[in-house]
């Protein structure tokens, strides 16, 4: 078997130099003559080289039919990335998502633990630039077994005792892909509570918080678990309460327990609610009584003053528009600030944000353009909020499981694809453009830089930031509508003679080891070994490979804020997957100390992470603007009515005369994503691998360089064209200095075997770039080895890969060997 190991190499290679693209699209921003700076990194100097042949972009500029004149642009939008202003601190405040296991909620296993699931939060855990942080699960405490058994001590007495091996399992995989669980306190473990006015029910209640507070600080660290929300149970005045008795006092008792239970561990750990929609109080009384309880009530336990709530949490959904979320938060907020003004300080979440209750309904918005537009104008609408009314998070509640006939329409980030007919049973994943618009909105940077648009258009949002930005450094600009500027850039010509090479740092991962390598040329494969080892291999699957995907199955229970039952996420994916699948390998590869996991009932620490937040800090020292604008109107299309944006940024001085790139991601109405090439196939529920291939080459939208352009004077300008709707991102980079930092936490997860080392297995490479100092990636290339980490090295990851994860088969030699 170790021969077996050394025989399966993966390498992942960050690539920050650049390559022609792939014909661009019509309308795009930049030129359709590409420019490629590559950069040679490892010796004491940089060279760039570029053709003496210069591109003029106003032979390239739209032109009128009729006059030859051009068009003047319907929208001036200026963005002052010269460093004379810095708006303030952007907080990713947008990056959680969540999910619900079906019914019956008292057995979630075969849901949350299957390979279905472990295949779906690894893509989530492994989005770029930390583009999510948080999965809020329900039912979680359903996970525990427990039972009720006589202790003699001072008296004979009946005592819980809990089994966490499979609430283990769950999070010792979310740990793994570096997502923190919203952990809502929420499930009636082996149903042993069932009246929350008891006084012994009560005392249960709260040393089961602390008994699962202090296990998963003792598991990963304080300072991880520190970082958790600990949440109420879920829209508690849906009554969905797991065959416990809840009324509004033992509600309040409740929470006490749960206060209680968190502050004996560590005072710090952070705990809100109420979870739900606080309407009017003949709805929810429950809502309602717990503010009023933390403002002015009395706690349970000693010293009985009202008991401290760290985050008011309320869930306010939309009616298929991002604006309609905004105004009934801003409503709900004021009346919370005007009602309890000693709870003024508490910051307030919606961890239910969605465009529309129902996860399970089948909305063809959901699958199209549509979707990322909304996502992206309700983060703009939102940031006035941040300080404003002390908001810190908005999720979209989107990281549910499609079942059949739906594949792309209903709430959910992939469309799964149950192959029940092939042998062995298992489910592919491709990601949906919902995936793809957050991974986009992680490129924005750490500081918002003022911008200035003219004339104002109601449905069109902008967001301009910087990475690396001075706000001692460049030009001042004056405030108001800026004149316009002629575009005097100069881009390189796509014929320009650059050298070939490109700064490459590779990561080797087999089942036993990691090691780092630096190549010398493009691709890497004659990386000599180098570095450290550390246990690498998630095997997430069951051992008879059927994924759970067997089953199909419609909504049930839910009631989605409309009355009894289980809320916005009731709907069945029917899913009978193997319990226990879990992380069977070795340890965390992702600078964790390496202790393996070894899956259920495995009370080993798996280490201490570090609470790093790559969004929220500077990444690198290079300079970075990202401008992102979209234009959305619920669920409106036109594709005929679209207009020019023509967008100015100013530049720092001390750029002037070098060389910055350029690139533009675009998710439009109008271009092919997945769900059009899955329609053009024929909308297969069982596509055949050649047919995934072409749907997976359609996913993350549109990107149009990067295009190295020569800096003449301090301001760019660039001009795109808006349909309806339309998200478009600009992205501007100082070339980095330096290699751009180490590829880690590389995992594999078999998708058509749990066995990775069965030659036809299909699977599922993830990896973090918490180490790499830029977002300026060009793409990842995965390759494989047959032999061993010396080489040779194939590509295997035919598409440009940009997310930290790469789904497919390696392809085969001559005698069979992967």
């Known amino acids: 078997m170790g021969l077996l190991v050394l025989m399966i190499v993966l390498v992942v290679v960050v690539v920050v130099g650049g390559y022609v693209e792939p014909k661009p699209q019509p309308n795009n921003l930049l030129p359709h003559t590409l420019l490629f700076m590559h950069t040679q990194h490892g010796t004491t100097h940089q060279q760039h080289r570029y053709d003496r042949h210069v591109h003029n972009p106003d032979k390239h500029h739209n032109r009128s039919a009729k006059s030859g004149r051009r068009h003047s642009a319907d929208v001036k939008v200026f963005v002052d990335g010269g460093g004379g202003k810095v708006s303030g601190f952007l907080h990713h405040f947008w990056r959680s998502t969540g999910l619900c296991p079906p019914s019956p909620h008292s057995s979630p296993q075969p849901f949350l633990l299957s390979q279905d699931e472990a295949l779906n939060l690894a893509l989530v855990g492994s989005a770029p630039h930390q583009a999510f942080t948080q999965v809020r699960i329900h039912w979680l405490f359903d996970l525990v077994n427990a039972s009720l058994e006589w202790s003699v001590g001072g008296e004979v007495v009946m005592t819980p005792v809990y089994n966490f091996s499979q609430l283990d399992t769950l999070l010792d995989h979310l740990y793994h892909h570096h997502l923190r669980p919203g952990f809502e306190l929420m499930g009636n473990p082996g149903g042993i509570f069932t009246d929350l006015e008891n006084d012994t029910q009560v005392i249960w209640w709260r040393d089961l918080v602390t008994q699962t507070a202090a296990r998963y600080t003792g598991r990963y660290g304080l300072e991880w678990v520190g970082s958790w929300r600990w949440e109420t149970w879920n829209e508690p005045d849906h009554h969905d309460f797991d065959n416990l008795n809840f009324t509004v006092q033992g509600f309040l008792n409740y929470y006490d327990a749960c206060r209680a239970g968190l502050d004996a561990v560590w005072e710090g750990m952070v705990l809100g609610g109420p979870g739900g929609s606080c309407r009017d109080p003949g709805f929810s009384s429950m809502c309602w009584a717990l503010l009023t309880h933390c403002h002015q009530g009395t706690s349970y336990f000693p010293p009985h003053r009202p008991p401290r709530i760290d985050f008011i949490s309320i869930h306010k959904k939309g009616q298929e528009d991002a604006d309609s979320i905004l105004t009934e938060e801003v409503h709900t907020i004021n009346i919370i600030r005007r009602s309890f003004p000693r709870l003024h300080h508490i910051p307030v979440i919606n961890d239910e ?34 300080s404003s009314m002390r908001y810190e998070l908005l999720s979209f509640d989107n990281a549910f499981l499609n079942y059949r006939p739906s594949f792309f329409d209903q709430r959910t980030l992939v469309a799964r694809f149950q192959m029940n007919s092939s042998l062995p049973v298992h489910v592919q994943m491709v990601k949906k453009w919902s995936y793809s618009v957050m991974g986009l909105l992680a490129r924005l940077g750490h500081r918002l830089l003022p911008h200035y648009t003219s004339p104002h258009l109601p449905n069109l949002s902008l967001i301009s930031s910087c990475r690396g930005c001075d706000s001692g450094d460049g030009v001042v600009t004056s405030a108001g509508e800026p004149n316009e500027v002629d575009n005097r850039l100069q881009f390189l010509a796509q014929d320009s003679q650059i050298p070939v090479t490109t700064p490459t740092t590779s990561v080797t991962a087999t089942p036993s080891l990691i090691t780092v390598s630096r190549g010398d040329d493009d691709d890497g494969r004659d990386s000599d070994a180098a570095g450290t080892s550390r246990g690498v291999n998630d095997s997430a699957g069951s051992s008879d490979g059927d994924g759970g995907g067997s089953g199909d199955g419609g909504p049930a229970g839910s009631s989605d804020d409309g009355g009894p039952g289980s809320s916005d996420d009731g709907g069945s994916s029917g899913d009978g997957g193997p319990a226990g699948s879990s992380d069977n390998g070795g340890g965390s590869g992702d600078g964790g100390n390496g202790s393996s996991v070894n899956g259920a009932g495995n009370d080993d620490s798996v280490g201490d992470r570090g609470h790093s937040d790559g969004a929220d800090g500077d990444v690198g020292s290079s300079w970075e603007v990202t401008v992102l604008l979209t234009r959305s109107k619920g669920t409106v299309t036109n594709a005929s009515n679209s207009f020019t944006v023509r967008v100015t940024v100013a530049i720092p001085k001390r750029l002037v005369g070098g060389v ?80 751009p930092g180490q590829v880690v936490g590389v995992r594999t997860m078999g998708v058509t075997s749990s066995d990775i080392l069965v030659t036809s297995s299909d699977i599922l490479v993830t990896w973090t770039d918490e180490r790499i100092t830029t977002r300026c990636i060009l793409r990842y290339e995965v390759e494989r080895s047959v032999r061993n980490r010396g080489g040779p090295y194939r590509r295997v990851s035919g598409k440009t890969v940009t997310d930290n994860n790469f789904s497919g088969i390696p392809s085969h030699d001559s005698q069979g060997r992967r």
């Open 353 to 386: 944000g969605d465009f529309m209750k129902g996860w399970w309904r089948g909305l063809t918005w959901r699958a199209d353009a549509r979707y990322p537009a909304m996502v992206a104008r309700a983060v703009a609408l939102h940031l006035p909020l941040l």
């Open 660 to 739: 910055l790139v350029a690139a533009m991601y675009r998710l439009g109405w109008g271009q092919k994503g997945p769900y059009e090439a899955w329609q053009e196939v024929g909308s297969p529920e069982e596509p055949s691998r050649q047919q995934l291939k072409y749907i997976r080459a359609y996913e993350g939208g549109n990107r149009v360089g990067p295009v190295g352009v020569v800096v003449m004077r301090p301001v760019l300008q660039v001009t795109l064209n808006m349909t309806l709707p339309d998200l478009q991102l600009l992205h501007l980079c100082q070339p980095h200095p330096a290699t």
